[in-house]
């Protein structure tokens, strides 16, 4: 039986970055396989060459090692290396019908989290043992969701095929494409993605979401030549000096009068020691807007910058696209079917259409996919308290909102799926 608080906590307890989700992601197929779905996982679910921003293959393999310390399945890790730790389900109901897929994100984000005595997580014991990482944005919620939802189905009383879908690196933009370029979503009828929290309450619910930005992340890197500071300063080509030429640049970029936009520096990194002119440096850039076309002209400026600014100071330069989401619209008839099934769940007392975003989320990709392959999707928002944004050191959800949100996508998944129960 999957106990979905001490699944949340003991993941809540073992965050894992995009793309070294390796024993998050053994559990989950793990469990899967025990309830009799058929389970595809490694390349088998992911597009490999599709991946951005993939860790550095000393990061990869640390986490693995880490991974099978921490009880991780040997066997099902080896289809998992280089990070390969994207997770298909499906189970077939009793009569044919169509394809309905729910999608949980499963990464955490590389944070230190918060040990004071008001933080639940710290206070009651399953802080991250991880240091340096956190679940900082509910998706071990979100993956507990996803297996207590398998477990409900079990019993295939429905006409059709689900699918799950337990993506990685939903931060920064970067599973969801590759999976989309697998095709995992291309015989999806209706698509069900979901988010807990968001500033909402707990029994608010959400049926869609609109005002997700296009982004665009980069890595730009700046060459140069090394010399002594003090003595040849003039034979040496400064890295930091091109890329602090670039930032300020960057962030002196108009506004759109077309649409919303934005931009961050997020890291600046460059140079050995004091006495050497830098020879390298590194830049990560986010770009954002509410229109994909606009989002794209921003990239292409920013690119323009760091070539030139590269070029100011004779660098070599080069960007790398490492992340990326782009704009969705929900499909309002499955708006309307997410707020009522809600209504027939306890617990649920506020119903709204549309939550305004104002961020991005890769699964853009995989609505998409689906809607141009003549299917629908929604994104839906499920309340829950937080005592401090997401992202920060002190996130953390209520728990209370997990069976709700568990009853409430056993509903849909039933009433989508053609002759199933939607039991009162």
Request: aromatic content about 6%; glycine content about 10%; hydrophobic content about 40%.
């Amino acid at each position: 039986m999957v106990d979905m608080i001490f699944t949340r906590r003991d993941l809540h307890q073992h965050p894992e970055v995009g793309f070294t989700e390796f024993r998050t992601a053994s559990h989950v197929v793990k469990t899967l396989k025990s309830l009799g779905y058929q389970v595809f996982y490694g390349a088998d679910a992911i597009d490999l060459a599709s991946r951005r921003g993939v860790p550095a293959d000393e990061q990869l393999n640390n986490a693995y090692e880490r991974a099978i310390r921490d009880g991780a399945d040997v066997e099902t890790l080896s289809n998992m290396k280089g990070g390969l730790t994207a997770v298909v389900a499906t189970l077939q109901g009793k009569a044919p019908g169509p394809t309905i897929a729910f999608r949980f994100d499963m990464d955490a984000l590389p944070i230190i989290e918060s040990e004071d005595a008001d933080h639940i997580p710290a206070n009651l014991g399953f802080r991250s043992v991880y240091d340096g990482n956190m679940h900082a944005c509910g998706h071990d919620g979100h993956t507990a969701i996803g297996l207590a939802l398998a477990e409900r189905m079990t019993d295939a009383n429905f006409a059709g095929t689900l699918k799950l879908i337990f993506q990685p690196a939903e931060e920064g933009g970067r599973g969801a494409y590759a999976m989309a370029q697998k095709g995992v979503v291309n015989d999806v009828d209706k698509l069900f993605c979901l988010h807990l929290g968001l500033d909402t309450q707990l029994g608010e619910i959400y049926g869609g979401s609109t005002d997700f930005l296009a982004t665009t992340k980069l890595m730009i890197e700046f060459q140069g030549v090394p010399s002594h500071a003090g003595a040849t300063p003039e034979k040496g080509r400064n890295a930091l000096l091109g890329a602090a030429t670039a930032l300020l640049n960057i962030h002196a970029l108009p506004r759109f009068s077309s649409s919303t936009t934005r931009i961050n520096v997020g890291l600046l990194q460059g140079g050995t020691a004091l006495n050497i002119i830098p020879y390298y440096a590194k830049m990560l850039v986010e770009t954002r807007a509410a229109d994909k076309d606009a989002n794209k002209e921003l990239e292409r400026r920013v690119r323009v910058i760091a070539e030139n600014s590269a070029a100011m100071h004779e660098l070599d330069c080069s960007v790398t696209v490492i992340g990326e989401a782009t704009t969705m619209t929900c499909d309002e008839g499955l708006v309307e079917l997410v707020l009522d099934e809600a209504r027939k769940v306890e617990g649920f007392s506020s119903f709204h259409h549309y939550h305004k975003a104002g961020a991005s989320e890769d699964a853009s990709f995989l609505i998409r996919a689906v809607q141009e392959h003549g299917g629908q999707a929604t994104y839906m928002v499920i309340g829950t308290p937080i005592p401090a944004p997401h992202h920060n050191q002190k996130f953390d959800i209520d728990e209370a909102a997990l069976p709700m949100a568990v009853n409430l996508l056993e509903r849909i998944g039933r009433r989508a799926l053609t002759g199933g129960d939607t039991r009162e």
